[in-house]
Structures are given as C-alpha cells and as structure tokens.
C-alpha cells in the first residue's frame, strides 16, 4: 500500500513562494514517477509537473515553466514543489500523484493519489 502525504500549502501574497512537499511510503517502484496536480474551485483537475526517479525525465505543464521547480529526493522517498511569482490564478488544492510509469502520471491515471493541500494566493 502506498501512500501520499503532502504537506506546505497555506495562504500567501501574489508574487510570494511556497514549498509543497509530498512524502511517500510503501514499494518504492509503485512511486518510481511522482508529480503534482492542481485542481481549483470550479474546475477540472490539471497536471503541473512530474519527475522520474532518476531525475533523467522532468515533465513541466505550461502553467509551471519558468515559475515551478520540481525535486525529488529519494532517501526521504519525497518530492517536491517551489512555486514562484505566484498568481491569484494558482489558488488550488494541489495533489501529488505516483506511479511506476510516467505516462499514467501525466494522463492523470496514476495509481496514487494524495489527500491535496490547499494553496490561496491572495492580497
């Protein structure tokens, strides 16, 4: 069984940061690709970003490039999310996702999926 546990949302300021950060547990091949999806109030859950284990392979949405950072270490089994230059437009839950093949990761089928946290861009 694998879970997700994500952590780092919270309220901030347009042009502010926040580090989300998502730990895993479980068999480490089912979490081989980790990424993050966002889903706001409203609207259809979206991919951001994802990055296999080796880091050789970082897949980024065009919401995320130039502003979002993704990081994985994998002694701790977690990953990770810098968001930059925030924008109101990025208020959402966001959640991480696993799986031991990319390509469900960016289809948005991933096996795993975590609880979300809450990230409000706001004056």
């Known amino acids: 069984q694998v879970q997700l546990v994500e952590s780092g949302g919270g309220l901030v300021r347009p042009g502010g940061s926040l580090r989300l950060s998502c730990a895993a547990s479980g068999s480490r091949n089912s979490f081989n690709t980790m990424g993050w999806y966002r889903q706001a109030s409203g609207k259809e859950r979206e991919f951001v970003a994802a990055?296999?284990?080796?880091?050789?392979?970082?897949y980024y949405a065009d919401i995320a490039k130039g502003r979002f950072t993704i990081s994985r270490d994998i002694f701790k089994n977690a990953v990770y999310l810098e968001m930059n230059n925030l924008k109101p437009e990025d208020t959402a839950v966001y959640f991480c996702?696993?799986?031991?093949?990319?390509?469900?990761?960016?289809?948005?089928?991933?096996?795993?999926w975590g609880q979300g946290t809450r990230v409000t861009v706001s004056p």
């Open positions: 990055l296999s284990y080796d880091e050789q392979n970082k």
């Open positions: 996702v696993a799986d031991s093949n990319s390509y469900y990761v960016r289809q948005g089928t991933a096996d795993y």
